[in-house]
């Protein structure tokens, strides 16, 4: 099966404080993961995809095949961070392009 | 990034009515467009993947004949909710594939609220 799971609903930390936000998936194949953030009140928008390797506003996330994660981390959470995080896995069969979402996780950054 | 509108933003309706729902994509074209539901403080739940020209594939559990989807043209998916029910109040975001460039990025609508009275 194809499933995406994200433990924490709710990740509460200090500023400055380093985060971590799980996510591990299953999937038989190549995985491509991603990682959506939304902003209160805003839409759903992408902030790093496992492929590119990019570190967006401090967040890296690397791609573990042998532990299925895709964990994504920050050195030093800022107030601004505040926000719902989604890990995403483009599932499906064929190249349908289809998403697969986790539950999400809450961040919260506490001054 | 591109951009993704919806419209309407919110609709309030009667139970029994039906409700169109449109997404466009703006500065791109699109052949794949994506339908999803989301509940209050949970997850994007996939309905539906709509294809230009071709008939929607709608995802275990979802009746296609209660959420139409028509992709008429390149930039244009529209879900239209029929005979809606209280039960079908929820938020409905939609996303719209964008295969130039290196990598396809998915991006999102700000997303419709239905509340079905």
């Known amino acids: 099966a194809q499933r995406v799971t994200q433990p924490e609903k709710l990740l509460s930390v200090f500023k400055g404080a380093p985060v971590e936000l799980k996510c591990n998936y299953s999937y038989s194949g190549s995985p491509e993961l991603f990682w959506y953030v939304q902003y209160s009140r805003q839409r759903l928008q992408l902030l790093l995809r496992h492929i590119s390797r990019e570190s967006i506003k401090g967040f890296t996330a690397d791609l573990n095949k042998g532990e299925t994660s895709f964990h994504l981390k920050k050195p030093f959470a800022q107030e601004e961070d505040s926000a719902m995080y989604y890990c995403a896995l483009k599932g499906g069969s064929g190249n349908t392009g289809k998403l697969i979402f986790g539950q999400g996780t809450t961040l919260q950054v506490k001054p | 990034g591109a951009v993704v509108s919806q419209h309407p933003s919110w609709v309030i309706c009667k139970s029994g009515t039906s409700v169109k729902i449109e997404c466009r994509s703006l500065?791109?074209?699109?052949?794949?467009m994506f339908w999803y539901r989301q509940f209050p403080k949970q997850s994007l739940m996939l309905m539906a993947t709509?294809?230009?020209?071709?008939?929607?594939?709608?995802e275990q559990g979802v009746e296609k004949d209660k959420f139409l989807i028509n992709h008429a043209s390149l930039t244009l998916s529209t879900l239209t909710v029929t005979s809606a029910h209280p039960e079908d109040s929820s938020f409905y975001i939609c996303?719209?594939?964008?295969?130039?460039?290196?990598?396809?990025?998915?991006?999102f609508g700000p997303g419709t609220r239905l509340l079905v009275l």
């Open positions: 996303s719209a594939r964008d295969i130039r460039g290196p990598w396809e990025t998915q991006y």
């Open positions: 709509s294809n230009e020209g071709s008939k929607a594939t709608y």
């Open positions: 500065d791109f074209q699109a052949t794949t």
